[in-house]
């Protein structure tokens, strides 16, 4: 199985401010990944598709980039309602597999 | 409107069994894969089981030979048979279009004595 190991798990930071998640995956995946806002007791929503391609919809404050094992998801500037876990997700192949999240907190 | 909606949840006994269904409208059913992803309380997300358009089928490995998924095209309906069921099985257990695009709102499975 492919695992991806996502950093920070958490992460304080102040409306304005620019925020950078990392996922790295345990063998090449190509563009196989995805990334996910979750909201408290809210459903998952898609941000980013392809590694790079913003879903339509989602501001373009939000962008993702990488290829291969190492992938990167920017807010360049952090709003209010972007407080939140983000995840990442490979499929690549089956099983499908999710990063173990990072909370954005209010610093 | 694109729209999925779960149900079938519920609390069941360790070994005991539950069937969730998860209808779909406002698109073309039959021209997508289909996932079932679950959350446990407070965790992350876990992808359990897909299905594609040619009933081709797939599972996470602790779930696999208890768990069948299947759909019905023509009920524009997505299922999943849980058996033997477990503890750690206790979720959200969410479907899913296609490349998780859109999601259902979950249906709660308590696996408890």
């Known amino acids: 199985d492919i695992q991806m190991t996502q950093s920070p798990s958490a992460m304080s930071a102040s409306v304005g401010d620019r925020v950078t998640i990392t996922c790295r995956a345990s063998?090449?995946?190509?563009?196989?990944l995805a990334w996910f806002q979750q909201k408290p007791g809210k459903v998952p929503k898609r941000l980013i598709y392809?590694?790079?391609s913003l879903q339509s919809g989602v501001p373009s404050r939000f962008s993702g980039s990488g290829s291969g094992t190492e992938f990167t998801l920017t807010i360049s500037s952090l709003q209010p309602e972007d407080f939140a876990t983000y995840y990442c997700?490979?499929?690549?192949?089956?099983?499908?597999?999710f990063g173990q999240g990072t909370k954005v907190e209010v610093k | 409107e694109v729209q999925l909606v779960e149900s079938g949840g519920g609390l069941v006994q360790p070994g005991g069994s539950l069937r969730l269904s998860c209808a779909a409208s406002?698109?073309?059913?039959?021209?997508?894969?289909m996932h079932w992803v679950r959350q446990t309380k407070g965790k992350g997300l876990e992808w359990v089981s897909a299905?594609?358009?040619?009933?081709?089928?797939y599972y996470l490995g602790s779930v696999k030979g208890r768990f069948t998924i299947s759909r019905e095209n023509a009920k524009k309906s997505l299922y999943l048979q849980m058996n033997s069921l477990r503890a750690g099985d206790t979720a959200v257990y969410y479907c899913?279009?296609?490349?998780?695009?859109?999601w259902g709102r979950g249906t709660t499975v308590i696996v408890s004595s």
């Open positions: 406002g698109f073309t059913f039959s021209s997508h894969d």
């Open positions: 063998q090449g995946i190509s563009n196989y």
């Open positions: 392809a590694a790079s």
């Open positions: 299905i594609g358009t040619a009933g081709d089928t």
């Open positions: 899913a279009r296609s490349y998780l695009d859109v």
């Open positions: 997700l490979q499929h690549k192949s089956y099983p499908w597999t």
